[in-house]
């Protein structure tokens, strides 16, 4: 071979190692694999899709019914307001505390499982509801059984979503928020009919017969192909791994394995990881937990304000109907709207301008309690609900990785029970103080405005902070120099090792 052959192949080794270094790509199977794991954005995913928004109408939507029996419970059990408001709010708030139970079941036995489970809890308790004869136990039966049941079934239905969908998120997530939509839309004149002729009793028993269908809809859940984040192998393939840690670390005592173990388990399943890590999550999770404050509570109290003020509790029944109906046709356009690219990066503060809406809003029922006030009111409360609701999922998607959602969707969905669970029945505890419901919304009003507010005011200065720091790094770039050096009949090939180009990436957040 001559001296100009070993230089050129010499030289194109060399410069294959640099075009690696400086332009790293997967090996082939690498590629094959990440592909495996691609979401299909359609396909099979629009029957998921279909299925999430019949089980968000059942789940989410479920507790703002319970306003059309509010009066016969008091009634039936001789309870003051703040006692009756803790039915739904019990079961508001379980729906979401059980995130991290939630998250576990979905580890080890996939979401399909999971949303079936939940929809045999929730439809059990309803049944068992009515047959109870103290308050008390409705609490449990109502509010923590069927909450359970209602978590179970709501957040393996919004995960899955995440894992088929990722090009088409905003406008996916905004199609099946509209479930809680055509809950309020449908739920509320079905429970006013099946209270009209079966009373609250019987009503209560066909309400949980209609729960099992969650496990019609968990059915058709099945995993994404080749998706191994969820089900029994990857529960199997934790144990095995677990039990060969401990068969490796038999010198250690076994309650610190134990211990080990369970902070291991906490920070997986609860997400305190991202909490502490991520400052975004951090700071829309406290406020997503303030706004749930006074984000429900009107939804709760609005049939009782107007029945207590002469309507017709068919008329009342109405106004949720009508809201629901405002949610359905505005939530998918609202999608595909803000699905668009320019909107990319600023989900959060439409999101944040729609939640300010909503929470001045609530000062319109106290202008009066007619049917004309009450309707503009539904109205606008509406709309502002329909872009909150349907950006919900997709900031939260936005500001933690998708590997780490559920974890993050089950912490979140803790603070925010803390806030639910409080919300109603301090609301009745103002209400028998007071003797006025319009205390009631100008609490809601000032409490959701100022969670906005925050929301607004703290993304936005973390986003001029992330650009000045941005603007500040700056990328050195080197050259690979080579140095050819003729030694009688060998030629040698001196690589002068230049470390490869290096960014350093200043991050505010962790996402």
């Known amino acids: 071979m001559s001296m100009a052959d070993r230089v050129g192949g010499a030289l194109d080794s060399y410069m294959e190692e640099v075009d690696d270094l400086q332009d790293p790509t997967p090996a082939p199977d690498q590629s094959r694999r990440h592909a495996q794991f691609e979401a299909p954005d359609g396909g099979w995913g629009w029957v998921v899709l279909g299925a999430t928004v019949l089980v968000l109408a059942l789940t989410l939507a479920f507790p703002s019914c319970l306003g ?17 408001s803790w039915v739904p709010s019990i079961m508001t708030a379980v729906l979401h505390a059980g995130g991290p139970f939630c998250s576990v079941l979905v580890e080890h036995y996939g979401c399909r499982v999971t949303v079936m489970l939940g929809g045999v809890l929730s439809g059990l308790g309803m049944v068992a509801s009515s047959f109870t004869n103290t308050i008390g136990e409705l609490y449990i039966t109502a509010g ?82 080749g998706l191994q984040c969820s089900g029994p192998g990857r529960g199997k393939a934790k144990k095995e791994e ?51 404050l006074g984000f429900v509570v009107p939804l709760v109290y609005l049939v ?9 509790k068919s008329r009342a029944a109405l106004l949720l109907t009508i809201l629901g109906f405002v949610n359905i046709f505005v939530r998918p356009p609202a999608g595909l709207l803000f699905g668009r690219p320019w909107f990319h990066g600023r989900h959060v503060y439409v999101f944040s301008a729609a939640l300010l809406v909503n929470g001045l809003s609530n000062s319109i029922c106290c202008v009066a309690a007619s049917f004309p006030v009450l309707l ?14 349907s950006l919900l999922f997709t900031v939260l998607m936005s500001v933690v990785e998708m590997s780490r959602f559920p974890a993050a969707l089950g912490l979140l969905s803790i603070m925010e029970s803390i806030t639910l669970l409080l919300g109603p029945p301090l609301a009745g505890i103002l209400v028998d103080s007071t003797g006025q419901y319009t205390q009631v919304f100008y609490v809601c009003s000032a409490t959701v405005a100022s969670s906005a507010i925050f929301l607004m005011v703290s993304f936005c200065w973390l986003d001029t902070m992330e650009m000045r720091f941005s603007a500040a790094v700056r990328v050195p770039t080197h050259k690979p120099t080579i140095i050819l ?27």
């Open 376 to 389: 503009t009111y539904v109205v606008v409360y509406g709309l502002s609900m329909s872009v909150v609701g």
């Open 304 to 312: 009782p304000y107007a029945t207590a003020h002469g309507m017709d």
């Open 242 to 292: 677990s039990n060969s840690q401990l068969h490796r670390s038999k010198l250690r005592p076994r309650v610190m394995v134990a211990l080990r173990s369970l902070m291991a388990s906490m920070r997986r399943h609860m997400a305190f990881d991202v909490f502490s890590g991520n400052l975004r999550f951090r700071i829309y999770s406290v406020g997503i937990t303030w706004m749930m």
């Open 68 to 84: 059309i029996f509010y009066t016969d419970l008091q009634t039936a059990f001789h309870s003051s307001n703040s006692k009756t």
């Open 144 to 225: 923590i059984i069927t909450g359970l049941g209602f978590c179970f079934s709501f957040q393996p239905a919004v995960t899955i979503l995440g894992h088929y969908f990722v090009r088409q998120r905003a406008f996916v997530n905004a199609v099946s928020s509209t479930g809680t939509a055509i809950g309020l839309s449908t739920l509320p004149f079905l429970s006013h009919f099946l209270r009209s002729h079966l009373g609250w009793r019987g009503s209560f028993l066909v309400l949980g017969g209609l729960l099992l269908n969650c496990c019609v809809c968990g059915a058709v859940m099945r995993p994404v192909e």
């Open 485 to 511: 050096s003729d030694c009688q009949d060998s030629v040698v090939v001196q690589k002068v090792e230049v470390p490869p180009p290096t960014t350093e990436t200043v991050y505010v957040t962790v996402a």
